[in-house]
């Protein structure tokens, strides 16, 4: 008995390892060849700026805008088996035309660097440039169009990525946790359940914050073999970077000041990725404690972007300390690339009465803002959801060593990140939003019934439901590779 018991076992191992062989599912132990480079991606003339809804036409630099990638080569035997390219932009989204213009000049120019394990991520920066034609009604002449930047975008971004490819070099990683406050849950919850992006909350009626804030600063670093420090660091912080997002001026918003204070000394040439992780219902705004945060701001001489800055900046410089006597040149790595089929939010009978109810109202003022036209895929979402039932997403999963980096083109709230995480077999878990395309706004179910911008369907292709799709199949990836 003890005999086919011991057999049944083996045999159980057996099959696993083989179903396991056959997927390709588990990262293996691989040598890494990393390679960084960084470009600006400022234009040269005047340009529309992406994030409002409100027409606004640059009016100089502020500071310049960029784009930093890191190339990976898992090899073993001395051939490469798998790869990553990983490139944060300082951009309000990764448009689907952009990434498609991208990935089309790599496979042209740069075959070897397979184009959709090319990974692009916005910092949501609200003053860089516009890359969707027709969403604001532009002058013709004296402003660089939509499609113009997008083509300027995809040569520098091809550059930037065959830079990084061919400064391949033996490296490796290494990887910590720090903690800073950066990002603030900006929706205010009032006496009757309803709730509001950036609401009051010096009124008597105010009864709280919706929704969870995540301080930690996951990082990981990139190293060329026998330096003594990084090539690139890639910080994932749970903020959009929209301090400035007002302004009419090209700006990097905080990753800028972090960039510049942390790049002196020692670190002067390493460069620094920006990614926002889940945080849909996050800002950097201040809700409460306005005044004496103010007041602490002119005590110390900074700007909040700034200050923001100096509170990761010294997490960077402490945590770097810490793990740079633990880097992996050699780690298990997997990529994985999946379209995702996630259920749309249907749009009601009632809600599409009232998108042109607002409509009408729009054009009896006169108003030809981009209200109307995002008021109109209301609209026309409700005329053809029947014939397109599910949004099909791309997400990503990679293993390096010990941490699993996860993606999604979503504005996600901050609850399916917090989701993956707990749920994922890594030691630490990146979630990377606003990647490889632009998909609007994720709430969560108690979002929904609060109401307002970033909840409501207007700001909503995909809803709590396709959210839990979405959180489940990406868990479901990054664990495949434990």
């Not at 002058?139 to 169009?145: I, R, S």
């Not at 307002?452 to 439901?465: K, L, M, Q, W």
Request: charged share 20%; glycine share 8%; proline share 4%.
């Amino acid at each position: 008995m003890r005999c086919f018991t011991r057999l049944s076992v083996l045999w159980g191992i057996a099959a696993a390892l083989a179903c396991v062989a056959a997927s390709g599912a588990l990262a293996a132990e691989t040598e890494l060849l990393i390679g960084a480079a960084t470009t600006s991606i400022t234009p040269d003339q005047p340009i529309a700026l992406d994030g409002q809804f409100n027409t606004r036409i640059s009016r100089g630099v502020d500071n310049p805008i960029t784009a930093t990638a890191v190339a990976i080569e898992a090899r073993q035997a001395g051939r490469g088996v798998d790869q990553a390219v990983l490139v944060s932009c300082d951009l309000v989204a990764i448009r689907p035309v952009l990434l498609s213009a991208v990935r089309q000049r790599l496979a042209d120019k740069l075959p070897e660097v397979d184009a959709r394990k090319v990974i692009l991520t916005a910092t949501h920066t609200h003053t860089s440039g516009v890359t969707e034609e027709g969403k604001y009604e532009l002058p013709k002449e004296g402003v660089m169009q939509p499609s113009q930047y997008v083509a300027f975008l995809a040569g520098r971004l091809e550059e930037l990525i065959g830079n990084a490819w061919r400064a391949r070099r033996p490296g490796g990683v290494s990887w910590g946790l720090g903690h800073a406050v950066v990002g603030y849950n900006r929706r205010a919850v009032y006496a009757n359940g309803t709730a509001a992006m950036y609401g009051k909350t010096d009124q008597p009626n105010f009864r709280g914050i919706e929704g969870y804030e995540d301080h930690g600063l996951e990082m990981l670093f990139f190293w060329s073999t026998g330096e003594q420090k990084p090539l690139a660091v890639a910080v994932n912080v749970a903020c959009p970077s929209q301090e400035v997002e007002g302004g009419s001026k090209i700006n990097a918003d905080f990753w800028h000041d972090v960039r510049q204070q942390f790049q002196t000394g020692d670190y002067k040439d390493v460069l620094v990725l920006g990614w926002p992780a889940a945080a849909g219902d996050q800002s950097p705004h201040r809700m409460y404690r306005k005044a004496a945060e103010q007041r602490m701001l002119k005590l110390r001489g900074l700007s909040y972007t700034q200050e923001v800055a100096r509170r990761i900046v010294g997490e960077i410089n402490e945590v770097c300390g810490l793990v740079r006597n633990d880097v992996r040149t050699s780690a298990a790595f997997a990529h994985k690339v999946e379209d995702v089929a996630l259920p749309v939010r249907k749009v009601t009978e009632k809600e599409a009465a009232a998108a042109q109810a607002e409509i009408d109202a729009l054009a009896k003022k006169g108003d030809a803002s981009r209200r109307q036209l995002w008021h109109q895929k209301v609209v026309d979402r409700y005329r053809q959801q029947d014939k397109e039932p599910t949004l099909t997403v791309e997400v990503h999963a990679l293993r390096i060593g010990d941490v699993a980096i996860v993606t999604n083109p979503f504005e996600l709230f901050l609850d399916y990140g917090v989701q993956m995480q707990g749920r994922s077999k890594a030691l630490q878990t990146f979630v990377l939003q606003l990647t490889c395309g632009s998909a609007g706004y994720l709430p969560t179910e108690r979002a929904v019934k609060g109401g307002s911008y970033s909840a409501i369907v207007a700001s909503n292709r995909v809803g709590p439901e396709g959210g839990q799709v979405l959180a489940d199949r990406s868990v479901e990836m990054i664990n495949s590779m434990w």
